[in-house]
Nanobody
Framework: QVQLVESGGGLVQAGGSLRLSCAASGRALSGYGMGWLRQAPGKEREFVAAIGWSGIITYYADSVKGRFTISSDNDKKTVYLQMNSLRPEDTAVYYC????????????????WGQGTQVTVSS
């Protein structure tokens, strides 16, 4: 069982920055890939970024490459998503998720999910 708690969402103007945090707890966390996914109103949940706890493997959606950076802190058992140059189309609920045994871009492969944090980007 893995528990995930997100924080750091909020309201920001276009071009601004936010950093999301995901505090993870549970057994054998090193065996999980960690990801950030988001869901905008009326849209399906979509992949944003993923990382292994070693930090060696990272994946990004094309829409956020060069603007978002995912990172992990093993000691704190926390995964971060630094979001720069935010756009109105980045507005969504952002979820942290964990996938057993794999770092993946596929939302259906994630086994555990946090409650989500709202990010709103005004134009």
């Amino acid at each position: 069982q893995v528990q995930l708690v997100e924080s750091g969402g909020g309201l920001v103007q276009a071009g601004g920055s936010l950093r999301l945090s995901c505090a993870a707890s549970g057994r054998a966390l090193s065996g999980y890939g960690m990801g950030w996914l988001r869901q905008a109103p009326g849209k399906e949940r979509e992949f944003v970024a993923a990382i292994g706890w070693s930090g060696i493997i990272t994946y990004y959606a094309d829409s956020v490459k060069g603007r978002f950076t995912i990172s992990s802190d093993n000691d704190k058992k926390t995964v971060y998503l630094q979001m720069n140059s935010l756009r109105p189309e980045d507005t969504a609920v952002y979820y942290c998720a964990a996938s057993l045994g794999i770092v993946t871009m596929t939302p259906a492969r994630y086994d555990y999910w946090g409650q989500g944090t709202q990010v709103t980007v005004s134009s």
